[in-house]
């Protein structure tokens, strides 16, 4: 029974170290506007993977907030990502497509990536493997599940600021 508790305890611990999570099982997306998420609009830079990172939100419009997302190292783009969160159904849902420097197509052209939204709170907002944390009105951190070169998921922190 020790071992059992113990054993609970640290998956808790495990759980709550991480800023991604996952919808259980079978559930459903809460209800939720795009009026809940519309501080992430804006102009945002920060540095990862070796290089500057930029994001770009529009505010909410036409039920959606679009975005985009560039990665340079070295002063050359290594790829982009466009996406938006759209309001469906009652809830909110994150999807986004790769695209290479020379715009081509990471993704099948009817394939996107999606992230279901799992939770929301006042100053971040929980899609599945996808978060995204108000430090301030000037900066953001978004934290993302990716596969690392071993096929290992492994969670990323990215820190932007207001430019």
């Known amino acids: 029974m020790k071992f059992i508790t113990l054993l609970l305890l640290l998956s808790t611990l495990t759980t709550y170290s991480q800023n991604t999570i996952k919808l259980i099982e079978g559930g459903k997306s809460p209800k939720a506007?795009?009026?809940?998420v519309k501080w992430i609009s804006g102009h945002w830079k920060g540095h990862a993977f070796g290089g500057t990172t930029e994001e770009i939100w529009s505010p909410p419009l036409g039920d959606s907030m679009m975005f985009v997302f560039k990665l340079v190292v070295n002063d050359?783009?290594?790829?982009?990502?466009?996406?938006?969160i759209q309001e469906k159904e009652g809830t909110l849902i994150l999807q986004l497509k790769h695209f290479a420097s020379d715009l081509k197509g990471w993704e099948a052209k009817e394939e996107?990536?999606?992230f279901k939204l799992v939770k929301l709170e006042e100053n971040k907002v929980f899609f599945e493997d996808f978060t995204v944390e108000k430090?301030?009105?000037?900066?953001?951190?978004?934290?993302?599940?990716?596969?690392?070169?071993?096929?290992?998921n492994k969670e990323e922190r990215f820190n932007y600021k207001r430019q």
């Open 76 to 84: 050359k783009v290594l790829f982009y990502e466009i996406g938006h």
């Open 112 to 114: 996107t990536v999606d």
């Open 33 to 36: 506007k795009l009026s809940d």
């Open 135 to 152: 430090i301030g009105e000037n900066e953001i951190n978004i934290y993302v599940v990716i596969k690392d070169e071993h096929g290992t």
